[in-house]
C-alpha cells in the first residue's frame, strides 16, 4: 500500500507457495497457538509445514520460510471428516521488513483427504486417548466440562451423571472413525507479490485450485500457468493496466498513475459495512493519534482488509508503528508490546470479548469486527467537523447502495453489498450459502460459478442468468470496477478533509538552518514544525484533535520527508500527490493563509475516469502460459490433490524473456542515474532513505515482531528494544513538556513569545499519562483492572495498610522542607498513600484509567510525581510479583533514569490538577497570621475572611478568635487570587495589626500568602476595617523563580496602596514612575493578548506588587508637599477633598463639566461604601474602576488642570509638568481596547 515496495521486483509475484501436512513428521500439536487440549482432536491445531516453495530465492525479497509458514497458515493445519463444511477460503498477509519495506501474500486454503495411513491412525488413537478423558471428565460430576461437550449438550440439557447417552452422543458428533470417516487436512497455495493486487490473487489462485478439483484437468499442466505468472507476467507500469491469463480466464490488473491515489485494492466498502461509518471514524481516529489497535475477527480477510483500509485512509500519512494485521497464535506474547500497535487477533468464534486477557487496555481500541462494535480508550478527542464528515461519507456509500450504519449482522455482510468479485469463497466466508456449493459448480468455469453465487444470493432461479459466458464476464469486472470507484471515492473524500485541514501546513514547517549532517545528527531535538503558530490559526473546536495529531510520530515523518525533499523530482509519492491537491486547493480559495475558517467544504476533485479508461481499454497484455520443457509423465497428478510441482522446470526463469532482460539493465541504469543525481543534491537515496528511517525511529525500530524461530533470546532481545525505546521516549517527552513549559514561564517573566496553550499542555500531560501506562504494562505477570499503574498503587496501598495500622508516610516526620509558609502553616507530610485516598474519594472519576491519571497529575502538580514513583517502585518484593523479568520496571538502570528524567518537572509548576478537576469539592485550610510586634492578644472583635479564587468564591467565613484558623471544604476555587478580610470592630480593643493571611489547599498542597502588613481598626492606619489582600503562590525554594527575589518592603501587602511617608528612604525620580507606570500597563496589555484559557491574574496585575494602583499612587505622591512631618498623607484625603470642589467653579467648558460630574458621581458612590475600607482601599477602587471605564486619562487630565494641584505640590513634581503629563494620557489610552472585567472582591458594595 504506502511504503515503498522492493526495489528490486518488476514482475507480478516473487514467489509461488504450498503449505500443509508434512507426512515425514507427522502430527506436531502446536503448543504455541494456545489450544487446551480438552478440545477434541479434530479441533486442535497441528504445525503445518512450507512443503514448497518456487523460485528458491529471489534477491530483492530473501524468503522468509518462519513467517510465510505462520502467515500462510496462522492457525497451522485443521483437520475436517466429511460432515464438515470444507469451503475454500481467501485471506491476505502483509510482511514487514526490518527497513519498514512490505511485501504482500496472498493464500487459498482448501481441504484435501488425507492418504497418509499413518497419520489416519494416530488421529483415531488420539481420539480414544480424548474419549477416555471426558469420560473420567464426565463421571466426576464436580469438575467442569470441557467447551466442546458443552457445545455438544446444549441442545438438549441432561444431568451430567447419566453418562453413558452422553459419552455416546459425544462420540457420534465429535469423533473420528477410520473405519466409517473420511478425514481431510487443510492445505494452503499462496502468492508472495511486491504490490498488493488482492482481486487479481486472488482469482490467480482460485483458478488454479479449481483446476486440481475439476474431473477435466486444465488445456496445460499446473506448472504452466505458475511458471507464467512467476516470470513471465511484469507489474504494470504506473497508470496503466495489464491482461494475463489464469488458468480459465483472463485476469486485469491496474495500477494508478504517479498523480492518483496510491495503489489500494482491498474493498474499502466492506470495511464500513462491516462497522459502520460512526465505528470507522473513531477506530481512525484512534489510528491518527497512535493509539494501540487491537483488531478482533474470525475471519483472517476481514482483519487485513479493515487494517489495510483504514492505513489507506491515513494519506498522506503513514503509520509508523508496529503493524501485524494478522497476529499468528504463537505471537500473542507481543500484545505486550509497550507501543502503539495495529494488530488482528483471530478470535475461535466461541470466547467473548470478556476472556481475552489483553496486558494493557488503559490506551487501547478494541475493534469486535464481527458484532459491529469498537471499544474507545478515555478522553477520545473528536474528528473535525465529525458530523459533516459522517455525512458526506454516508453519501457516497449510500449512491453505492452501502448502508452507512454497516449491516449489524455479519452472516450477511455481503447482501447489501452487491459489487464485489462476488465468488464461491468470499460468500462462503462471510457465511452466506446454505448449502455447500459443490465442486461440480466449478466444473464449467469459475465466472458461472461467481454468477451462481450472486444468483443463489440474491433469489433468483438459476436457468435465466446463466445464459451466456459473455454476459458473466462483464458482470464481473463490472463488480470489480464498481469496488475499485467506491475506493476512489472514499478515499477521496478522506484524503480532502486533510488537504482542507492542512492546506497552509508549508508555511509553518521549519527548516532547518544547518547542513543536512548535523540536522540528523541532532533530529531528537529539533522542532521541525511551527506548532504553536499553526494551532493559534486553528478554529477552536479541532484544538484538542489537531494538537494531539501534531505531536505523533506520523506527522512528524510527514514532515521530516518534506524538509528532505528539494524538488518534486525527490519527493516521495505520497508528497507529491498530496502538495499537488494543496496547490490546486490554494488556487481556488484564494484566502488568506493564516485566516482559517471551521466552513466545511466537501471533496470536488474525484478522478474516477482513469480507472474506467485502463479497465476498458487495456494497455498490455503479458504472454500467454505454454508447455514447458518436462519430461514425458511429469505433470500428472491426481484430481483433487494439488501436487507436488516439478521444481527443476520453476527454479528458474527464462533465459530468452527479452521482457526481464531487458528491463533489469535498463532499470540499474536508471537507478544510478538518479543515485548521481540525488547526490548531486546532498545525498543519495538510499542514504536518504536511511537517514529517514533513523530520523524517526524514536523507539519504534520494530515494525513487525520477528516471526522467527521464538526462542527465549529472540523474545529478551526484542523485550530490550521495547525498554530502550520507552527510556528514549520519556526522555524526549520529558524534554518536550520542560522546553514548552520553560518557554511558557519565561514568557511571563518578558522573554520570548508564547507558544504552548492550554490545549497543547493538556495534550502533553495526557500523553505523559499513556507512556506511563505503556511502561507499566510491559511485563506484567497478571493482568487486574483497565490501568496497569492504577492496579500496582492500589497492591501497593493493600500491602501497607496491612503492614502498618498508620499507613503510607514515608516517616512520620518527613515533611517537605521546602514547602511551608514559615511556623505558621506547617507544610502537609509527604504520603504517597495520602494522595491515592484524595483520588479515591473524588466521585466524578469513575474508571481506574481515570484515577491514575487524575493521580499524575496530581503527582505534577505537587512536584512529587518522580519520588511517588521511586517510593512505589522501591517496594521490590511487590515489583516481583507483578512483573516479569524482563519488565521495564525490573531494569534497575532504565527504571533509575526514567524517574531521574521525571525529577525534572520538579522545575516547573503545573496546575494540571487544579485546571482539570473544576467541580470537585476540596478542603482548604486558612491562618490568619497577626504581628507578632504588637500581640493580637487583646483583640476583642470577631474577624472573618472570604477567599476568591479564578473559578469561584467562597462567602464570608468566621474566623474564632482564639485560634484564628480555619478550615472549610468548598468546590474548586482555582488558582487563589485575592482574600477579603476584616472584623466586626467590637468589644473594648477593636484594633488588629495583621502581618499576613496564609490559605493552603490541602490537596496539591498549594500555599498562598496574601501580605497586609496593615492596622485593622478606627482611628488607626486609614481607619480601614477591611482590606483586600492579593496573594501569591509560594514557592518551596527561591532558586527557581526569579519572581520572588525582589523582596516585597517590610510588612507591606502588594494588594494594598502602601502609606507613604514624605521623607522616604528610597524617593523615586520622575524617570522611575514613568517606567513603573509603563511595566504595570505593558503587563496588563501582554495579559489580553493571550488565549484566554492562559491568562494569569488580572487583579495581581492591577493590585498587586507593582500593579497598576501601586504606579499611580507613585505619581501623586511625587513633589507632594508635606503639612507637617512624619505625618502619614493619604493621596484620597488630596483627591476627595477640595481638588474636585474647586475645579467646579473653574472651567466653563461643558465636556469638562461632564467629566467632573462623573468624577465626583465615583468619588460619592465609593465614600458611601457600606463597607469599612479605608482611604488607600478607596484608591484602590476608585483606580480598578478607573480602568474598568477607561476613564483614568480623563481624570489624570483633570487633576493635573486643577488649581488646588499647584497649592498642594512643588514645582518640580511630576503632575505638574505638562510634557509628562500628556505621556502619562498616552500610556493610559492603551488600556481602552481593552474590556476589564473586575473581580467581584474589587467593586463589591460599590453600584456603579
Known amino acids: 500500500m504506502t511504503t515503498g515496495f522492493s526495489s528490486g521486483s518488476c514482475r507480478f509475484a516473487d514467489y509461488f507457495v504450498i503449505c500443509g501436512l508434512d507426512t515425514e513428521s507427522g502430527l506436531e500439536p502446536d503448543e504455541l497457538s494456545g489450544e487446551n487440549f480438552e478440545q477434541s482432536p479434530l479441533r486442535r491445531t497441528f504445525k503445518s509445514k512450507v512443503l514448497a516453495h518456487y523460485p528458491d530465492n529471489v534477491e530483492w525479497n530473501p524468503f522468509d520460510q518462519d513467517a510465510v509458514g505462520m502467515l500462510c497458515m496462522p492457525k497451522g493445519l485443521s483437520f475436517r471428516t466429511q460432515v464438515d463444511s470444507r469451503e475454500p477460503q481467501f485471506h491476505s498477509f502483509i510482511i514487514t521488513r526490518e527497513d519498514g519495506s512490505r511485501t504482500y501474500g496472498f493464500a487459498l486454503t482448501f481441504f484435501e483427504e488425507v492418504t497418509s495411513k499413518q497419520i489416519c491412525s494416530a488421529m483415531q488413537t488420539l481420539y480414544h486417548m480424548h474419549n477416555a478423558e471426558q469420560y473420567d471428565i464426565l463421571h466426576t460430576p464436580t469438575s467442569p466440562q470441557g467447551p466442546e461437550d458443552q457445545r455438544h449438550q446444549h441442545s438438549q440439557p441432561r444431568p451430567v451423571l447419566h453418562a453413558a447417552p452422553a459419552i455416546s452422543r459425544l462420540q457420534r458428533f465429535n469423533s473420528y472413525d477410520i473405519s466409517r470417516d473420511t478425514l481431510y487436512v487443510s492445505k494452503c497455495i499462496c502468492l508472495i507479490t511486491p504490490m498488493a493486487f488482492a482481486q487479481a490473487c486472488r482469482k490467480v489462485l482460485q483458478q488454479l485450485h479449481q483446476a486440481v478439483t475439476s474431473p477435466q484437468p486444465p488445456p496445460l499442466p499446473l506448472e504452466s500457468y505458475i511458471f507464467n505468472i512467476l516470470y513471465e507476467v511484469p507489474l504494470p507500469p504506473s497508470g496503466r493496466s495489464l491482461k494475463f491469463s489464469g488458468v480459465y480466464g483472463p485476469v486485469v490488473c491496474q495500477r494508478p498513475s504517479t498523480s492518483e491515489l496510491p495503489l489500494f485494492d482491498f474493498a474499502i466498502g466492506e470495511m464500513f459495512n462491516l462497522l ?288 528532505l525533499c528539494h524538488d518534486d523530482e525527490e519527493k516521495e509519492h505520497t508528497l507529491r500527490v498530496f502538495d499537488a491537491r494543496v496547490d490546486k486547493i490554494r ?241 502537609l507530610k509527604v504520603s504517597l498513600i495520602q494522595d491515592m485516598r484524595h483520588i479515591q474519594n473524588i466521585s466524578e472519576i469513575k474508571t481506574d484509567v481515570g484515577k491514575a491519571r487524575a493521580w499524575v497529575r496530581l503527582s505534577m502538580e505537587k512536584k512529587l510525581l518522580s519520588r511517588h514513583l521511586k517510593q512505589l517502585l522501591s517496594d521490590h518484593e511487590l515489583t516481583k510479583k507483578l512483573y516479569k523479568r524482563y519488565a521495564f520496571l525490573r531494569c534497575d538502570d532504565e527504571k533509575e533514569q526514567f524517574l531521574y528524567h521525571l525529577l525534572s518537572f520538579n522545575a516547573v509548576d503545573y496546575f494540571c490538577f487544579t485546571n482539570v478537576f473544576t467541580t470537585i469539592m476540596i478542603p482548604y485550610h486558612v491562618v490568619v497570621v497577626p504581628s507578632k510586634k504588637l500581640g493580637g492578644s487583646m483583640f476583642t472583635a470577631n474577624p472573618w475572611v472570604c477567599v476568591s479564587g479564578e473559578l469561584a468564591e467562597t462567602g ?115 524617570g522611575q514612575i514613568q517606567e513603573g507606570v509603563g511595566e504595570a500597563i505593558n503587563g496588563i496589555v501582554k495579559h489580553f493578548h493571550k488565549p484566554e484559557k492562559e491568562r494569569g491574574s488580572l487583579t495581581l496585575l492591577l493590585c498587586g506588587e507593582y500593579g497598576l ?72 477602587m476608585l483606580v480598578c474602576l478607573g480602568a474598568r471605564d477607561h476613564l483614568l486619562h480623563h481624570w489624570i487630565a483633570l487633576l493635573a488642570d486643577c488649581p488646588i494641584t499647584a497649592q498642594m505640590y512643588e514645582d518640580t513634581a511630576l503632575i505638574k509638568d505638562r510634557s509628562l503629563v500628556n505621556s502619562l494620557i498616552r500610556v493610559l489610552q492603551t488600556l481602552q481596547e481593552f474590556n476589564i472585567t473586575l473581580e467581584a472582591s474589587l467593586v463589591k458594595g460599590v453600584g456603579i
Not at 525 to 549: I, T
Not at 799 to 826: Q, V, Y
Not at 1120 to 1140: E, T
Request: proline share 5%; net charge neutral.
Open 587 to 827: 488556487m481556488l480559495n484564494v484566502r488568506t493563509p493564516t485566516l482559517r475558517t471551521s466552513m466545511y467544504q466537501k471533496c470536488t476533485n474525484i478522478e474516477e475516469a482513469a480507472i474506467e479508461m485502463r479497465v476498458s481499454k487495456i494497455d498490455h497484455t503479458a504472454l500467454h502460459p505454454h508447455l514447458l520443457d518436462m519430461k514425458i509423465g511429469q505433470g500428472r497428478y491426481e484430481q483433487g490433490f494439488f501436487p507436488r510441482l516439478q521444481s527443476d522446470v520453476l527454479s528458474t526463469g527464462p533465459t530468452s524473456n527479452k521482457w526481464t532482460k531487458r528491463s533489469a539493465p535498463a532499470q540499474w541504469r536508471r537507478r544510478d542515474r538518479q543515485k548521481q543525481h540525488a547526490e548531486h543534491l546532498y545525498l543519495d537515496n538510499d542514504q536518504r532513505e536511511k537517514y529517514i528511517q533513523e530520523a524517526r525511529n524514536l523507539g519504534t525500530t520494530i515494525r513487525q515482531p520477528k516471526l522467527s524461530n521464538l526462542s527465549p533470546s529472540v523474545i529478551a532481545q526484542t523485550n530490550w528494544k521495547f525498554v530502550e525505546g520507552l527510556l528514549k521516549e520519556c526522555r524526549n517527552k520529558t524534554k518536550r513538556m520542560l522546553v514548552e513549559k520553560m518557554g511558557r514561564e519565561a514568557v511571563e517573566l518578558g522573554h520570548g513569545e508564547v507558544s504552548i496553550t492550554g490545549v497543547e499542555e493538556n495534550t502533553l500531560i495526557a500523553s505523559l499519562c499513556d507512556l506511563l501506562e505503556r511502561i507499566w504494562s510491559h511485563g506484567l505477570q497478571v493482568k487486574q483492572g483497565k490501568s496497569a499503574l492504577w492496579s500496582h498503587l492500589l497492591h501497593y496501598q493493600e500491602s501497607k495498610e496491612k503492614k502498618n495500622a498508620t499507613p503510607g508516610f514515608i516517616h512520620d516526620t518527613e515533611r517537605r522542607k521546602s514547602d511551608g509558609g514559615g511556623s505558621a502553616m506547617p507544610p
Open 276 to 563: 459502520g461509518v460512526e465505528n470507522v471514524l473513531q477506530l481512525f481516529t484512534c489510528a491518527l493519534l497512535e493509539m494501540q489497535i487491537l483488531l478482533y475477527s474470525q475471519h483472517y480477510q476481514r482483519l487485513m482488509t479493515v487494517a489495510e483500509s483504514i492505513t489507506a485512509l491515513m494519506f498522506p500519512f503513514q503509520w509508523q508503528h508496529v503493524y501485524v494485521p494478522i497476529l499468528p497464535a504463537s505471537l500473542l506474547h507481543f500484545l505486550d508490546a509497550p507501543v502503539p500497535y495495529l494488530m488482528g487477533l483471530h478470535s475461535n468464534g466461541q470466547d467473548d470479548r470478556t476472556k481475552l486477557e489483553l496486558p494493557q487496555e488503559a490506551n487501547l481500541c478494541f475493534v469486535d469486527i464481527d458484532n459491529h462494535f469498537i471499544e474507545l480508550p478515555e478522553e477520545l478527542p473528536q474528528f473535525p467537523n465529525k458530523l459533516e464528515f459522517i455525512q458526506e461519507i454516508s453519501e457516497v456509500l449510500m449512491s453505492f447502495g452501502v448502508s452507512p450504519e454497516g449491516n449489524i449482522h455479519s452472516s450477511d455482510t455481503q447482501a447489501k453489498y452487491r459489487f464485489r468479485s462476488v465468488d464461491v469463497v468470499s460468500d462462503k466466508r462471510n457465511g452466506n450459502l446454505a448449502s455447500p456449493l459443490n465442486s461440480f459448480l466449478l466444473r464449467e468455469n469459475e465466472t458461472i460459478a461467481r454468477l451462481q453465487a450472486l444468483v443463489k444470493r440474491t433469489g433468483v432461479s438459476l436457468e435465466k442468468d446463466a445464459s451466456s459466458n459473455k454476459d458473466g464476464r462483464a458482470q464481473c469486472d463490472e463488480e470489480e470496477l464498481k469496488m475499485h470507484q467506491l475506493n476512489i471515492q472514499v478515499r477521496e473524500v478522506f484524503a480532502n478533509r486533510f488537504t482542507q485541514m492542512f492546506a497552509d501546513y508549508e508555511v509553518f514547517v521549519i527548516q532547518p538552518s544547518q547542513d543536512k549532517e548535523s540536522w540528523f545528527t541532532n533530529r531528537d531535538q529539533m522542532q521541525n514544525f511551527d506548532k504553536a503558530s499553526f494551532l493559534s490559526d486553528q478554529p477552536e473546536p479541532y484544538l484538542p484533535f489537531l494538537s494531539r495529531f501534531l505531536e505523533t510520530q506520523m506527522f512528524a515523518s510527514f514532515i521530516d520527508s518534506k524538509i
Open 1109 to 1180: 494602583v501601586w504606579a499611580l499612587e507613585q505619581v501623586f505622591q511625587h513633589g507632594f508637599k508635606s503639612p507637617r512631618l512624619f505625618k502619614n498623607v493619604f493621596i484620597w484625603d488630596f483627591l476627595g477633598g477640595r481638588a474636585v470642589a474647586e475645579q467646579r467653579e473653574v472651567t466653563p467648558d461643558e465636556n469638562w463639566q461632564s467629566r467632573v460630574r462623573h468624577f465626583c458621581r465615583f468619588m460619592r458612590a465609593i465614600n458611601n461604601t457600606s463597607r469599612n475600607i479605608g482611604k488607600d482601599g478607596k484608591f484602590q
Open 956 to 1070: 464570608v467565613l468566621q474566623v474564632p478568635r482564639n485560634t484564628l484558623e480555619i478550615t472549610f471544604e468548598c468546590q474548586n476555587l482555582g488558582k487563589l487570587t485575592t482574600v477579603q478580610m476584616g472584623h466586626d470592630n467590637t468589644g473594648l480593643y477593636a484594633k488588629w495589626l495583621v502581618e499576613c493571611v496564609m490559605v493552603r489547599n490541602e490537596i496539591t498542597g498549594h500555599t498562598y500568602k496574601f501580605p497586609c502588613g496593615r492596622w485593622l481598626g478606627k482611628g488607626v492606619d486609614d481607619g480601614s476595617l477591611e482590606r483586600i489582600l492579593v496573594g501569591e503562590l509560594m514557592t518551596p525554594s527561591t532558586e527557581n523563580d526569579e519572581r520572588m527575589c525582589r523582596t516585597p518592603p517590610m510588612q507591606q501587602s502588594p494588594g494594598m496602596m502602601r502609606r507613604f511617608v514624605t521623607i522616604s528612604p528610597n524617593k523615586l525620580n520622575t
